[in-house]
């Protein structure tokens, strides 16, 4: 499969985010640590970050090539237990048991394993195996690492990333991008997903994967995928806007509220030959 042909949906957000922090985020750790003697906290693994370095997750991305949705689910993973009562649950929970596990395991090597998370080339074994052998710290990149192998498609190295800031200019090539069904970020103020007129605060990082023309309303509309699990409750800070139309987790936004929140875009394009 050619990685230009891809469209954004098919990419696994969960894989290129766990990349992003074992790779990229370790690195300026180092970089501050080294030279400034800041950003030592260990808690560094925990954090949630939002937005800020999109381009530095694509370009780690590109390096260790993309792996697939259908291979590693960004919305959620099915816990398989051993009585049978198996559960889907939202990626969110699944990091923060499996992050806890680790410690777990580590501290009490002989406790009991109910459950296993059912992400690919993984059974009850495996898991186990794994949480044992892994830190907090990259157990979440072990299990990528596992998940995608023998399935990661290369990225031609004459793929670059490209940041644009000026909104008019961005909005513009976002709308090629989409045409051509390609990958494409925003880093925006996530505080109009609860409320449209409010100050625009927080900001974060989704992808956008559709646009339409709303004909009841006139307007143009984005799809988000973003990156709150997969209903529609809202995130962490408070419910959606009930402007907002949701679907699993996915959002429309008007082009004009996208607009006034917009920080940039970062997309993937393919250089010409020289």
């Not at 985020?25 to 949630?48: A, M, V």
């Not at 996530?190 to 449209?196: F, N, V």
């Not at 799809?223 to 408070?238: A, E, S, V, W």
Request: glycine share 4%.
């Amino acid at each position: 499969m050619d990685f230009l042909s891809i469209s954004s949906a098919e990419i696994s957000a969960f894989d290129i985010a766990i990349t992003y922090n074992q790779e990229t985020i370790p690195s300026i750790q180092k970089f501050f640590s080294n030279f400034y003697g800041l950003l030592t906290n260990r808690s560094i693994w925990f954090r949630e970050h939002e937005t800020g370095f999109i381009d530095l997750a694509l370009k780690s991305i590109i390096n260790r090539g993309v792996c697939l949705e259908n291979n590693l689910n960004s919305l959620g993973i099915t816990r398989i237990s051993s009585d049978n009562n198996d559960q889907f649950l939202p990626m969110r929970k699944v990091i923060k048991d499996i992050r806890r596990l680790t410690l777990v395991k580590k501290k009490t090597p002989s406790f009991p394993l109910t459950y296993y998370y059912q992400f690919a080339n993984f059974d009850m074994a495996s898991f186990e195996k794994l949480l044992l052998e892994s830190s907090v710290g990259n157990i979440l990149y072990q299990i990528t690492d596992r998940s995608c192998q023998g399935q990661r498609i290369s990225i031609p190295t004459v793929v670059k990333t490209r940041r644009v800031f000026k909104k008019n200019k961005a909005l513009s090539i976002l709308e090629s991008e989409l045409d051509a069904q390609r990958i494409i970020a925003i880093e925006y103020y996530s505080s109009i997903l609860r409320d449209y007129d409010g100050k625009l605060k927080g900001p974060h990082t989704s992808l956008v994967v559709g646009k339409r023309f709303n004909s009841e309303k006139k307007r143009i509309e984005y799809l988000l995928r973003n990156t709150y699990d997969n209903h529609c409750l809202g995130n962490y800070k408070g419910p959606y806007d009930q402007r907002l139309e949701c679907q699993n987790g996915y959002l429309w936004l008007p082009k004009k509220i996208l607009k006034k929140a917009l920080i940039d875009i970062v997309y993937i394009q393919q250089e010409r030959a020289k």
